[in-house]
C-alpha cells in the first residue's frame, strides 16, 4: 500500500508536473476564508470494453481520462469544482470556484472531519493490469466461450460476451497535511445466451471479476463456469410456469439474492438519508430492527472483491463495519461529511463515480453472516412458498423501505422439496419488516461473483453483495393469481 501511494504521485508528478508543494498552495488557497476541511482528488483511469455478438467482434473500444475534484467544507455546506485540464492555474480556479459555494453562508462553527487514519491495506496485488493484456487473447477467450455456449444445446439461437477492464490511479490531498494514493484494478466477464423453443424465447446470464488479473478468468477455467450456468438459465426459463401469487413463505438462495439487502436495507443504512431523517432507519441506533438472527456487515477490506478499497476516495482506509448484530442496529455508513455533522466515526464508506462527482456515503461489499442451519433443512422446513435464486431488476423507496423486486430464477417449494421451475415472480415488501421476519438463516454465507454495480443521485460505483441461505415467514409475491 505503501508502494501505491509513492507510485501515484510520482505518476501525477511525472505526467502532469504536480508537486507536493503545488498541492500545499492549492489547498492553502481554498481554505483562505477558514473554511474547515479541504482535499483534492486527482484521477487517472484508463477505460476498455470489448463485445462479442453473433459470433463477431461488435464493439472495442479503449479510452482515457484524467481529472481533479478540488472540495471545500464548511459547516454542512459542500463547494466542489473539478477540471480535466490538470494544470495549477485551473487547479486555482477549481480551488476559487469550490470555496465560493461553500462560503455562502452567515455563520462559522467548524466542524472536525476525522484524521487520516493509521491501517493501511494491500487488497488486489495485481502484476499485470488487465488493460495491458494483448487484445488479442481477449478476443479469443470471448470467441472460446461464445463456441463453448453454441455447442451446449441447439436451442441457443444467440450468444453475446463481453469484458470491461479499469485500471485507474488515484492520488488525494487533503488540508489536514496527508497524502495518500492508490493503485485500483477492476475487470468483469458477462456472457448472456439467448434459447428459442417453438416461439418460446428466454435469457440467461451469468458472469464475474474483481479487483483481479485478465488470468483469474482462465487459470481456474472460471470462463467455462459461466457459459454453462448461462446456458443452464437460459435452458430452465424454458420450461418454467408463471409464478403463483400471494403471501406465502419464501427462501432466498445464498449469494447473489443478497442484491436484495443491499437495496431494500443497505442504502437506508447510508449516514446522508439517516442525518437527513429520512431513512426508514433514522434515529434507531441501539433499537431492534432485525430477527435476532441477521447480522448485517459492510466490509471494504475483503481481498480482490469487487467492491473492496485499499482507501475510500476520501483517502480514509475502509474497515469492516458491522450495521446490525443479532437484530440490533449498530451504526450506519459514515463518509467525512456525515460522520463529523453525526459526530460518529469514519466507516471508510466515502465514495464517488469520478473525479468529476461529489464523494457521499455509499456501500462496498454489503452482507448478511452466516447462522447455523443446514440449507437443506431450511427448505424442508417450508411446505408451500418459493425459493429465489437470483434476481434480476428492482427498486426501492429509501424513506419507507418499501421494494419490489424480480426474481430471474426461482422454483416452487411444495411439501419441503424444491419443484417446479417459475417464471414472472416478484418480492414485494418492506426492508425492515422483511428482516424481522427472518425466521432461518443458513451456514453457507456466500459471496457474489463480482458482477455488482449501485447507483445513488446519478453516480455508479461497484459494489459486492452476499448472504446465507433464509428463511422469510409470510411474504408476498407478485405473479399468477391462481
Same mark, same amino acid.
Given at each position: ?296 456487515? $459492510?466490509?471494504?477490506?475483503?481481498? *480482490?472483491?469487487? #467492491? !473492496?478499497?485499499?482507501?475510500? %476516495? +476520501? =483517502?480514509?482506509? &475502509? ?113 425492515? $419488516?422483511?428482516?424481522?421476519?427472518? *425466521?432461518?438463516? #443458513? !451456514?453457507?454465507?456466500?459471496? %457474489? +461473483? =463480482?458482477?455488482? &454495480? ?29
Amino acid at each position: 500500500m505503501a508502494q501505491d501511494i509513492i507510485r501515484a504521485e510520482s505518476f501525477f508528478d511525472r505526467r502532469f508536473g504536480i508537486s507536493s508543494r503545488d498541492l500545499e498552495k492549492v489547498l492553502a488557497k481554498a481554505l483562505e476564508k477558514k473554511a474547515d476541511y479541504a482535499d483534492l482528488y486527482f484521477e487517472y483511469r484508463v477505460n476498455e470494453a470489448i463485445t462479442l455478438e453473433e459470433g463477431m467482434v461488435k464493439n472495442s473500444s479503449r479510452s482515457t481520462a484524467n481529472g481533479v475534484g478540488v472540495r471545500v467544507l464548511a459547516e454542512s455546506k459542500t463547494g466542489y469544482a473539478f477540471t480535466d485540464d490538470i494544470t495549477i492555474e485551473n487547479l486555482a480556479l477549481a480551488a476559487r470556484t469550490a470555496q465560493h459555494i461553500a462560503q455562502d453562508r452567515e455563520s462559522l462553527t467548524p466542524i472536525p472531519v476525522g484524521e487520516k487514519g493509521s491501517r493501511a491495506h494491500d487488497l488486489y496485488p495485481v502484476k499485470t493490469q488487465a488493460t495491458e493484456v494483448p487484445l488479442e487473447k481477449k478476443i479469443a477467450l470471448l470467441h472460446e466461450m461464445d463456441r463453448l455456449a453454441r455447442n451446449m444445446d441447439p436451442r441457443i439461437k444467440n450468444v453475446f460476451v463481453s469484458l470491461a477492464s479499469e485500471h485507474k490511479v488515484v492520488l488525494i490531498a487533503s488540508s489536514q497535511g496527508w497524502v495518500v494514493g492508490d493503485i485500483q484494478p477492476l475487470t468483469r466477464l458477462n456472457i448472456t445466451c439467448i434459447v428459442e423453443e417453438q416461439g418460446n424465447r428466454q435469457v440467461g446470464s451469468y458472469g464475474g471479476g474483481g479487483r483481479v488479473e485478465f488470468d483469474f478468468f482462465t487459470e481456474k477455467k472460471d470462463y467455462e463456469r459461466y457459459t454453462r450456468e448461462a446456458v443452464r438459465q437460459a435452458l430452465l426459463n424454458l420450461e418454467a410456469a408463471a409464478a403463483p401469487a400471494g403471501m406465502m413463505d419464501v427462501v432466498l438462495g445464498p449469494g447473489w439474492p443478497g442484491i436484495l439487502l443491499h437495496e431494500a436495507i443497505g442504502h437506508g443504512l447510508e449516514a446522508d438519508f439517516n442525518r437527513k431523517k429520512v431513512s426508514a432507519f433514522s434515529g434507531r441506533i441501539g433499537q431492534r430492527v432485525a430477527s435476532e438472527l441477521c447480522t448485517v456487515v $459492510d466490509d471494504g477490506t475483503i481481498p *480482490s472483491r469487487r #467492491g !473492496s478499497l485499499n482507501l475510500d %476516495d +476520501e =483517502g480514509t482506509p &475502509t474497515r469492516r463495519t458491522v450495521l446490525i448484530e443479532k437484530g440490533i442496529l449498530k451504526g450506519y455508513m459514515q463518509d467525512r461529511l456525515n460522520g463529523a455533522l453525526m459526530k460518529m466515526p469514519l466507516t471508510g464508506n466515502g465514495r464517488r463515480e469520478s473525479y468529476a462527482h461529489i464523494p457521499m456515503p455509499r456501500m462496498t461489499n454489503t452482507f448478511m453472516l452466516a447462522g447455523e442451519t443446514a440449507p437443506e433443512d431450511i427448505i424442508r422446513s417450508v411446505k408451500k412458498g418459493l425459493y429465489a435464486v437470483a434476481f434480476g431488476g428492482g427498486q426501492v423507496d429509501i424513506t419507507n423501505g418499501k421494494f419490489v423486486f424480480s426474481a430471474s430464477e426461482a422454483y416452487l417449494i411444495e411439501n419441503g422439496k424444491v419443484t417446479r421451475p417459475v417464471k414472472g415472480a416478484t418480492l414485494i415488501g418492506n426492508g425492515p $419488516d422483511v428482516l424481522m421476519r427472518v *425466521s432461518l438463516a #443458513g !451456514s453457507d454465507l456466500k459471496l %457474489d +461473483e =463480482g458482477i455488482g &454495480t449501485c447507483g445513488k443521485d446519478g453516480q455508479s460505483v461497484p459494489v459486492g453483495v452476499g448472504l446465507p441461505t433464509i428463511k422469510i415467514d409470510g411474504m408476498t409475491v407478485g405473479g399468477t393469481v391462481s
